[in-house]
């Protein structure tokens, strides 16, 4: 590294800062434990794969960072407050939060069945709310403030055929973030959101391209003004941002970084569920 990023690096301000990744095993969780971790972060990563969690944590300990996982399904407020717990007498407490384990599938509205439904509202919206209730309550009880930074997506802002259920559920997301920005204020807690367009990740690939790789550029060029899909990494770089002394005044905030994504005609899906 430069001596100038070396320095841009130590500006960051989060050096030493400890921060819990939800979906920390894959993807942008993943990108975004990294990316905290080269920032001189302690980095927790949490969800329900221990392989892919372990993978991050052997990746960020190998760097020289302190890093460890916890096992828990969000939607488990038991399991949440238990890890939650760990972190608190490992660390003495989190001083940021990521919500971006979530999860979704292309359907189209008339052929979503309740339980399919339920499940991804209580994925997406109700398993960050116990997240982000449960590391408010220990910052409060602490006097400590800190971060939430949310992931959701830009299709909650600019909707496409065969989402219904993930677009009302992240929306919640974004409503959910404006009004715990207001309930939290007081508290030193700010609350924001990024909600990235179309990325690169195999979470896509495998849950709603049936594994077609190839798909994604070709949807990038016809959907995104920028024609092209974004990078785990260039989302993790906004989230340490949202997260940093940088944006200490911004909260109940949502980001759009979707290489224009919400400007052009979006992305349809057809009758049998596929992307057209």
């Not at 890890?83 to 007498?89: M, N, P, V």
């Not at 993930?166 to 404006?178: E, F, Q, Y």
């Not at 550029?217 to 906004?238: I, N, Y």
């Amino acid at each position: 590294m430069t001596a100038v990023g070396e320095a841009a690096s130590n500006a960051s301000g989060l050096e030493g800062a400890r921060v819990l990744v939800t979906g920390g095993g894959t993807g942008i969780g993943r990108a975004t434990a990294r990316r905290f971790a080269s920032q001189g972060a302690h980095v927790a990563v949490l969800g329900r794969t221990r392989e892919t969690l372990e993978e991050t944590v052997q990746e960020i300990r190998q760097a020289g960072v302190e890093s460890t996982l916890c096992v828990a399904d969000i939607r488990n407020q038991e399991a949440v407050a238990g890890a939650f717990a760990s972190l608190s007498e490992s660390w003495g407490g989190l001083d940021i939060l990521v919500n971006n384990a979530g999860g979704q599938f292309p359907k189209l509205a008339i052929d979503i069945s309740v339980n399919a439904w339920r499940s991804v509202v209580d994925l997406n919206l109700t398993g960050t709310f116990i997240c982000s209730q449960a590391f408010a309550a220990a910052a409060i009880a602490r006097q400590a403030g800190g971060r939430i930074v949310n992931v959701v997506t830009a299709a909650a802002i600019r909707p496409s055929r065969g989402l219904a259920h993930a677009v009302s559920a992240r929306a919640g997301v974004i409503a959910l973030t404006r009004a715990l920005a207001l309930e939290w204020a007081e508290h030193r807690i700010t609350v924001n959101a990024v909600a990235p367009g179309m990325i690169d990740t195999s979470g896509l690939v495998d849950a709603e391209l049936d594994g077609d790789a190839s798909i994604i550029g070709r949807l990038a060029a016809e959907s995104v003004p920028l024609g092209r899909a974004g990078t785990p990494e260039e989302v993790a770089a906004m989230i340490a941002f949202m997260a940093s002394p940088a944006c200490a005044y911004m909260t109940g905030e949502t980001i759009l970084l979707d290489g224009g994504y919400a400007l052009g005609p979006g992305i349809h899906i057809d009758r049998d569920g596929k992307y057209a």
